[in-house]
Every structure is written in C-alpha cells, then in structure tokens.
C-alpha cells in the first residue's frame, strides 16, 4: 500500500455503480484514478507505448556514463534530459517498494512508474553526479529517514512536501510565479480523517497516522495558464483538490513543467487513456481536470527541484501523532 493506494480508494468510494469486481481490482496502489473521471478510472487503460523509453537497452555501463555526463549541469537541464527518457514508461500503479515486508516491491526500476515514482527517480538521477549516489539519494527523497514502509512519506502535505522541503530538495515558488493569484490553504488531518476507508488503506497503526493543520500555496486552477508561460521547465506541479475531512490528501497529482516552442506542457506519468509518461499539453490537461466534479480540483502549487546544500536535512515529519 501507499499514498497511491489511498488516491484510488478515495475516488472509487465516489464512483457511481461501480462494481465490487471493478472496487477490488482497482484499489490496489495507484494514484491516477483520481485524475480521471469515475468511469474512466474502472476502465482498463488501453493504450500502450508505441516504442519503448529512452531507458531500455542501456547496458549498465551505459547507464552509469549517462548519469556521470555533465554531472554539474543546472539541475533543470539534467532534470528534463533524465525525465525525457522516461516518455512511453508504462504506468503501473505503485511500482516502488522496500523489497521486502509491507511493499516487497523493487525499491528503483526504469521499466515502470505512476506520477509519484517518476519524479522521485528522475529527481535522484538528475540529482547524481554518478551511479553509485541514484539509490542514496532515491531514499532520501522517499523516507523520512530510514529506509522502512512505516517511515516513507506517505502523505504530500505532511511529509513528502515538508520533509524535503527542510531537506533542501525543493523550494515552494507557487508566489513567486502566480505573484497576487496565490492563495493560502491547508490540509487538516484529524482522528475522524483516519476512520474514513481511503486513509485506512494505507494500513499504518493508529500509533503512526499522523494528525495536524499543514499550509500550502495555491494558484487557482482558473488562473494557472494565465501564469504558465512564466514557470520554468522543470518545476514540478502539483495538483490540489478541495480538502474534504474524510480525505487524508488533497493532492493527487504532480509532474514537470515543460516550456517548448511556446506552449506549456506538463511531462507526468498518466493512467487514464494515456498509460505513460507522456508530454502533454498543460491547457488540455487542466481542462480535462475542470471537469471533474465529485471531488473538485481546486488548483496547483509549484516546486523548483534543487541540490541540496551541506547544511540541509533539519527535522522531519514521520508517520506519528
């Protein structure tokens, strides 16, 4: 289980008719049910990649030169040269695990990913000046601190955002770049928000479900392409829907900002019709989730990627009260 397995719950919870069949094969990990519409998410995505990804075929050898080349590169580039080779990656819900107990998983693989895996490798392979720092640093990202299912970081706003934000791999710049359009707003999570059944598919014990009021910025979704020539390639997207007390995340989605000949794409890992990472058009993508209306998607928040300095890695927020 993990955050995707509590995404896709949420959603099928509000999908009119849905079958028990349809309810089981669905709830398995997996956040991109949320971005489609009910009858969308019980379908099985058709599509399938008309090539394989830029990562298929490389030797290891090929792939350790690959990471160590212009190492020292602005970070965005390397950013968008290692998440370009990920286009036509399947998507396969919840790919990544620990390898072993809860989610025995593999704990890295260029064959597969959802919306969270993709930014997470592709941060930690652009991130790398060789092979050998991709999987420390993956972990870095994915975990509080040590490499254990109860300590990964389950939930956006409480922990996968905030604990690398005090790491120094992100940067909030939603202001910066949405300037008077920014917005304050929170995610609470209460006793009563853990009772519901899309928290509890996270399978963590009371003891490790953690409680609290955590603030983001947001730009509305009605005014992001007013500003979306103005994000930078690279900046990871974040997706916001209204907070409803029995959703343990309002967040269901993230991917790369792409600028390219004068149209913004976002670059994301996408169930749905797509079944890939694909580059899609930003306007088209925030038109198709306009329409969504059992569980309302009310904008975005931006984050720049960046190297962390010597001095980052404060304290974290772990699965606790």
């Known amino acids: 289980m993990s955050w ?37 998410s019980a379908q099985v995505a058709t599509a399938r990649p008309v090539k394989p990804n830029g990562w298929v075929g490389l030797s290891a050898e090929a792939r350790a030169a690959l990471v160590a080349e212009d190492a020292e590169a602005p970070l965005a580039s390397r950013l968008l040269r290692m998440s370009e080779r990920f286009i036509n990656t399947p998507y396969v819900l919840s790919p990544l695990g620990e390898g072993h107990g809860v989610d025995p998983d593999p704990t890295f693989r260029l064959d597969a990913v959802d919306c969270l895996t993709f930014v997470e490798q592709s941060m930690a392979l652009s991130l790398a000046r060789s092979e050998a720092e991709v999987a420390p640093l993956l972990e870095r990202i994915r975990y509080a601190s040590t490499p254990t299912y109860e300590d990964r970081n389950h939930l956006m706003e409480a922990q996968w955002l905030p604990n690398n934000i005090r790491k120094g791999f992100l940067t909030d710049v939603t202001q910066r770049y949405a300037g008077g359009d920014a917005v304050p707003v929170t995610k609470a999570l209460t006793r009563h928000t853990w009772q519901s059944r899309s928290s ?11 409680v609290g009021t955590y603030a983001l910025n947001m730009l509305p979704l009605e005014r992001v392409m007013a500003h979306a020539q103005d994000i930078p390639s690279g900046t990871i997207l974040v997706v916001m829907r209204e907070d409803l007390p029995l959703k343990v995340t309002r967040i269901t989605h993230l991917g790369f900002v792409v600028q390219r000949k004068k149209r913004t794409y976002l670059r994301h890992a996408s169930r749905g019709g797509y079944n890939r990472v694909v580059d899609e058009d930003l306007e088209t993508f925030l038109a198709r989730n306009a329409r969504y209306s059992k569980w309302k998607v009310t904008g975005v928040s931006l984050f720049a990627p960046r190297r962390p300095d010597a001095a980052s890695g404060g304290s974290v927020s772990r699965s606790v009260p």
Do not use: I, T
């Open 4 to 40: 995707s397995a509590v995404l896709a719950a949420a959603l099928l919870a509000q999908a009119p008719g849905a079958s028990s069949a349809s309810l089981e094969a669905d709830a398995r990990p997996g956040a991109e049910a949320l971005l489609e519409s009910p009858a969308a």
């Open 200 to 210: 509890q598919a996270l399978g963590l014990p009371k003891a490790q479900q953690v």
